[in-house]
């Protein structure tokens, strides 16, 4: 399969979609024609980020490459937010056809020289950063998709995770976290099974974004071992128009393993 995907009329939010793999993600399915929510907290106007970018410029690009991307401004971890997201994609466009849970904030209460010290070494506070701000923002988003996807009876779930190979990632509260996403999506895939809706979730592998720079400046790693963000959003937007993707609910899958089964590398190198 070397063509790209179709999917006009389809319906998406990403979150943290700004940039990283949120971005990759966003417009392989722009270039796909989808409608694509983009959100995030990093605005054009009054940003308090560090990092450049913004949720409009990132929609900008969906609508560029052929899609129809939205920027909404929506703090993840504020449920009153969530559920103005979901209830402004109800009433424009009356479905919601795929969710990808991509924000991550459980560094923001990090000192970066202190992340691989020690469980015994962390600040406790950061037990709420991490699994308040993430792990539990996946179940707020994905509670109100869910909502909206029932009624369709159809849909498609992605939680994207860290690596999933069994490997301790060197830091205690983040490998307890992404394990709970990974256990997360399995339970929600037996309980959205009878409604035809999918739930996964997504290792994309290392990626090198702007975020993961203050860690590599810690304990340095090889670019080589990173992932394409081009591949994960691929991945994603294969997954979208897979008509089969039921038979994937409930498992962790792998970019790497996508590309393959998927053959969109050809397609990206031509």
Same mark, same amino acid.
């Given at each position: 399969m070397t063509h790209i995907p179709n999917l006009p009329g389809k319906v998406a939010v990403?979150?943290?979609? !700004? !940039?990283?793999?949120? !971005?990759?993600?966003? /417009?392989? /399915?722009?270039e796909a024609g989808a409608t694509v929510y983009v959100t995030g907290r990093s605005v054009r106007v009054n940003s308090k980020e560090k990092l450049p970018g913004?949720?409009?410029?990132?929609?900008?690009?969906?609508t560029r490459l052929g899609g129809l991307g939205i920027p909404v401004r929506c703090d993840h971890a504020v449920d009153a937010e969530v559920e103005a997201l979901f209830r402004r994609v109800r009433s424009e466009q009356g479905r919601l056809d795929l969710l990808v849970n991509n924000v991550w904030s459980g560094y923001e209460q990090y000192e970066f020289d202190r992340i691989p010290a020690p469980f015994w070494k962390?600040?406790?506070?950061?037990?709420?950063?991490?699994?308040?701000?993430?792990? !539990?923002?996946?179940l707020v988003a994905a509670s109100f998709a869910a909502m909206l996807m029932r009624g369709q009876r159809g849909g498609l779930i992605i939680n994207t995770v860290a690596r999933d190979q069994g490997l301790y990632l060197g830091n205690l509260l983040s490998y307890v976290a992404k394990s709970a996403v990974i256990r997360i999506s399995g339970g929600m895939a037996e309980e959205l099974r009878p409604y035809?809706? $999918? $739930?996964? $979730? /997504?290792?994309?592998?290392?990626?090198?974004i702007d975020g993961t720079m203050p860690?590599?400046?810690?304990?340095?790693?090889s670019p080589g071992c990173t992932e394409l963000l081009e591949y994960i959003g691929r991945s994603v937007a294969f997954l979208a128009a897979d008509p089969h993707v039921m038979q994937?609910?409930?498992?962790?899958?792998?970019?790497?393993? /996508?590309?393959?089964?998927?053959?969109?590398m050809e397609l990206m190198e031509s």
């Open positions: 990403v979150t943290g979609a !700004r !940039r990283g793999a949120g !971005r990759g993600i966003v /417009l392989a /399915l722009g913004s949720i409009e410029e990132t929609a900008e690009a969906v962390q600040p406790l506070c950061c037990w709420n950063g991490t699994f308040a701000w993430s792990v !539990r923002t996946h035809g809706i $999918a $739930a996964l $979730a /997504l290792d994309p592998g290392f990626v090198l860690a590599h400046a810690v304990q340095t790693f994937k609910t409930g498992k962790v899958l792998k970019v790497g393993d /996508l590309v393959q089964e998927y053959g969109f």
